[in-house]
């Protein structure tokens, strides 16, 4: 039997986000957090799974303490030609299934249905050693957006 080999798509999600990034953010008032505000993110990110899978741990700070903390895993679905995301939190997300999501040049966005909260859509852009992070919602399907949080991160050395 031959062993599968890691592909180029997987590889260039590996290399962009791989590392340690810590940043401002900017949340917007939304259901989630009527009032808004600043906070401070923590994104650690390995290759996992000789690979194949990359994993997410994000941490969010608002007046010193930790108040959300997330865990995702994104790999390539050579079946599918399409990347796979899973996000988990501290707040109960558990998902129903992957999202689809895309890697056009250093953006990788997905957008996933919420159910009766709405849409989410996340960007993720590089540059150097920079990270923009954003999310928007939708309670049109789509239609019209609304910013939810803002980042931007360093890669830590």
């Known amino acids: 039997m031959h062993m599968p080999t890691v592909g180029p798509e997987q590889k260039r999600l590996n290399e962009l986000f791989t590392g340690v990034w810590r940043g401002e953010e900017k949340l917007y008032p939304s259901d989630w957090d009527p009032k808004g505000g ?47 995301g899973y996000w988990f939190d501290n707040i109960g997300v558990m998902p129903r299934e992957p999202v689809k999501g895309a890697l056009e040049g250093n953006r990788y966005t997905y957008t996933s249905d919420d159910g009766p909260m709405g849409w989410t859509k996340m960007t993720y852009e590089w540059a150097n050693d920079t990270l923009e992070f954003r999310i928007d919602k939708s309670k049109d399907k789509g239609k019209t957006w609304t910013a939810m949080h803002e980042g931007r991160y360093t890669r830590a050395r």
């Open 38 to 84: 600043a906070a401070f993110g923590t994104w650690v990110v390995h290759p996992s799974l000789d690979g194949f899978c990359l994993l997410v741990d994000y941490t969010e700070e608002r007046d010193g303490k930790i108040n959300y903390r997330g865990h995702g895993v994104h790999g390539w679905d050579n079946h599918a030609k399409a990347y796979l």
